[in-house]
C-alpha cells in the first residue's frame, strides 16, 4: 500500500472506527504503550515527536511526563483521529502543551535537530518507504536524540487479531496476504528487518525488546469484544470491503464470536500477544 492509499485509509475507512472505539482501544493497547514510554525515560523539560499518533492518548500523556518547560508534537494523517485527539486535549493543563499536525511523517518538514524523543505506539508499521520515513525522523532529533516505539511481532505471536481473522475468512472473500514487511500491523514483526531499516536511516544502538503474554482484550464482555472486532482490524476491514450478505454477515459474527469466547477467562476476555518494545539512538 502507498502513503496515499494509506492516507485514504486512516482516513475514510479506519480513522472514522477508532474514533468511534477510541476509549477501547486505549484500553486494550495501553499497557504497551505504557512499557514503550517507560524506556524512553522521558524528563520534564524534554521535547518530544508523537508519530502517528491517532486519538491522542499517548501525546496528552507525553505532555503529562514533559510537564510545563516540555513540548510535544503530535503528528498524524489522520484527520478524523486528529480531530478526537484535538477534542480530547481541551483547551487547559497538559493538552494544550501538545501542537497537533496533519502530515505524513515520513515526508513531513520537521524542524532539524528539534527532539529529544521520537516516540511511537503503533503508529510507525505504515510507511511506504521506512528508510526514508526513520531518515526524517532522525533529522528531527537532536544528536544523541532517542527513539523508542511499539510495534506487533508477527501475525503468528498475536493470536488475538490472527484466530478471528482465520474465522472470518472460512466466511468472507479476505484480501490476499500481504508480502513480507509490507505496510500494516505486522510489517516491522521481523526484528533484524527493523534493525536493518534503523541503522540505514542513521540509528544506533538498536534494541529490540519481546514482549508477550496474555493481552486484555477491550471491552467487559464477550459481545463487547466482538463488536471491536468486528469494526476494527482484519476482520472490520474485510466486512467493510467485501460488503456480505446478511447472511454470509451472519456466519462470520458466528464464527468470530466462537473464537472470543474461546479468549474468556475469569479475569476477562484475554489472548496471546506479541510486541516489540524498540529503542535506538541517533547516531
Ligand atoms: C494503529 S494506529 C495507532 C494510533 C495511536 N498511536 C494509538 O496508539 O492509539 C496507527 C496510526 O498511524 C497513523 N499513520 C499511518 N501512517 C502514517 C504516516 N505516514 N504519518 C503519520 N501517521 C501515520 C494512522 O493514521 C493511525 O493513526
Known sequence: MSNAEMVQYWNDSAGPVWVAQQERLDAQIGPLGALARERAAIRAGERVLDVGCGCGATALELAEAVGDAGRVVAVD?????????RQRAGTA??????EWRLDDAQSAAFEGDAFDVVFSRFGV???ADPIAA???LRRALRR?????FVCWQPSDKNPWMLAPARAAAQHIAFPAPPPPHAPGPFAFGDAAHVRAILERAG????AHEAVNGPM???????????????????VGAALREARPSEEQRARVIGAVREVIESFETPRGIEAEAGAWIVTARKA
Open 77 to 85: 494523517i489522520s484527520r478524523p483521529m486528529l480531530e478526537r485527539a
Open 134 to 136: 526513520f531518515t526524517n
Open 216 to 234: 486484555r482484550l477491550a471491552g467487559d464482555s464477550v459481545d463487547e469484544a466482538l463488536e471491536l472486532c468486528l469494526q476494527v482490524g482484519p
Open 203 to 206: 540509528f544506533a544502538d538498536v
Open 93 to 98: 493543563g497538559a493538552g494544550t502543551r501538545v
Open 125 to 127: 508499521m505504515f510507511f
Open 144 to 148: 544523541d536524540g532517542r527513539l523508542a
